[in-house]
């Protein structure tokens, strides 16, 4: 078994017998890069010099010099932050983002541009204005978004774990669809600053990984209070290892029949509830419950993020930084072209939709409706929440469709992630880890099923559990693609 596709805990045992070295671990996920990603996409880019020099300078830590994919929108400092777009091409990042300074003060060192759709605006890695991301089980399809090069290098064993975002299931999306294990954490977990904003209200920074305890190890290392995010908890970090241990006995955990009407895949459906079964074994009583604003999730989310978006990308003008056209004859038309040519054709969508939705005459029958939807959709969740440990769903209706397929219908795009906007907009924690295997009928390969678990605020610690009791009662997470 090569290093690369060792797990964070597995490399703590190694590093800590000091039967290998950090440049050996460096060494084997650039390897495992050069040999696959050229047809998976995944990486941006991969400074292996710099990731040498940097775990010379780690001196202990619980990550201990282990290599970190880092999505290509949070700030490393002397690395490009492009986002994925022409506009940010020539930006290289003057500091380090506040999750990443806490990687490297628990050891870890930070390791590659992580491939996305562009400003985070997508649910397939399509929308990547360099090149798209192929999902590892099967290279036709989409490895989700927008955090796919994350989980596509994750899950191809091109990296030991990742740092990815979630707006509306960007994280645990593209982990379903990968097969590999993605944790949202609670908004103001962990600190955004230095993260580009998408949509402030619903941006959260959160792990990819192999297995359960790994996106525990990797949580507690980027967790806990910053000053220079307003909005991020200043408390003391549970320890969530510890946290996985014992069983989860008398846990209840709802399952919303909300998540389980029309448009659903049947395979899909038929994995959850055999997951919901071995929770059953395991000693958890399963119980219905209701989320009854589910269906309005994606207008109001559509709403708000693009609203958001609208706001923190008028910074992008080609006058500060990045992208500036060549052609401009004064200041209007450079402000006018350098978006124009700067920007991919979803995140003009999405600016002009949130331009709209702000603008006067349709702010109270749009944006401001949209927001006491969102209190709507919070009280669900805590109303849910007082009768049961956790909720228990389908990451997403359906299996990752062909690239291509759905370029021209973005609402099926859309609709893909109604099971996982409502985490987004209520603030919650949720995890995603895989439950099962299907194989599409346009398709002969087979793909991952994922399973999510949502927790109330700041519950990551009982949601790990859940998911660490499940993972080690089954075989799922054990599975690789076939690459070469």
């Known amino acids: 078994m090569s290093l690369a596709s060792q797990t964070i805990k597995g490399l703590q045992t190694l590093l800590e017998k000091k039967e290998i070295q950090p440049k050996e671990i460096i060494d084997s996920v650039a390897e495992a890069a050069a040999v696959r990603d050229g047809a998976i996409g ?12 940097d775990a010379e300078e780690v001196s202990g830590g619980v990550l201990a010099g282990i290599p970190i994919g880092i999505k290509d929108l949070l700030n490393v400092k002397g690395q490009p932050c492009g986002c994925a777009s022409k506009i940010l091409s020539n930006y290289i990042a003057p500091y380090d983002a506040t999750s990443i300074a806490k990687l490297r003060a628990s050891g870890g060192v930070p390791f590659g541009r992580a491939n996305m759709d562009e400003f985070a605006m997508g649910s397939s890695n399509e929308n990547s204005s360099i090149k798209p991301v192929h999902n590892p089980w099967d290279l036709e399809r989409i490895p989700g978004g927008s955090s796919g090069g994350s989980a596509a290098i994750v899950a191809a064993d091109e990296a030991i774990a990742a740092l990815g975002s979630d707006t509306g299931g960007s994280i645990r999306q593209p982990a379903a669809f990968c097969g590999c294990v993605g944790l949202k954490p609670t908004y103001g977990r962990v600190s955004r600053f230095g993260l580009t904003a998408f949509a402030s209200s619903l941006d959260q920074i959160g792990p990819l990984t192999k297995t359960v305890e790994d996106a525990a190890i990797l949580l507690g290392a980027i967790s806990g209070g910053d000053t220079n995010d307003s909005t991020c908890l200043d408390e003391s970090v549970p320890d969530y290892v510890a946290d996985l241990q014992g069983d989860i006995k008398g846990m209840k955990l709802g399952m919303p029949k909300e998540f389980f009407g029309e448009g659903i895949d049947p395979a899909i459906r038929a994995s959850v509830e055999e997951a919901a079964k071995q929770f059953e074994s395991l000693g958890a009583e399963i119980v219905e419950v209701s989320l009854p604003h589910t269906e309005q999730a994606v207008a109001v989310y559509y709403i708000i993020a693009t609203a958001e978006a609208s706001a923190n990308l008028a910074r992008f003008d080609g006058v500060r930084y990045g992208y500036r056209a060549p052609d401009a004859e004064n200041l209007g038309e450079q402000y006018a072209k350098s978006r124009a040519q700067g920007f991919g054709n979803e995140v003009k969508l999405r600016i002009l939709l949130g331009t709209y939705v702000l603008s006067s005459g349709y702010y109270d029958a749009y944006y401001l409706r949209a927001q006491k939807l969102r209190t709507l959709i919070r009280q669900d969740f ?24 759905n370029a021209s219908d973005p609402l099926a795009m859309y609709l893909a992630d109604i099971y996982t906007i409502s985490a987004n907009l209520a603030g919650i924690c949720g995890l995603s880890l895989p439950c099962g295997y299907m194989t599409p009928s346009d398709g002969q390969r087979e793909l991952p099923i994922g399973l999510q678990i949502l927790g109330a605020p700041f519950d990551e610690g009982k949601v790990l559990k859940l998911g660490h009791n499940f993972e080690q009662s089954t075989e799922w997470h054990q599975r690789r693609p076939s690459l070469g």
Not at 42 to 53: S, T
Not at 382 to 405: C, L, M, Q, R, Y
């Open 382 to 405: 805590t109303s849910a929440f007082e009768t049961v440990d956790a909720i228990i769903g389908p990451v997403s209706p359906i299996a990752p469709f062909k690239i291509g397929e």
């Open 42 to 53: 995944g990486y941006l880019g991969l400074d292996q010099e710099l990731a040498h020099r």
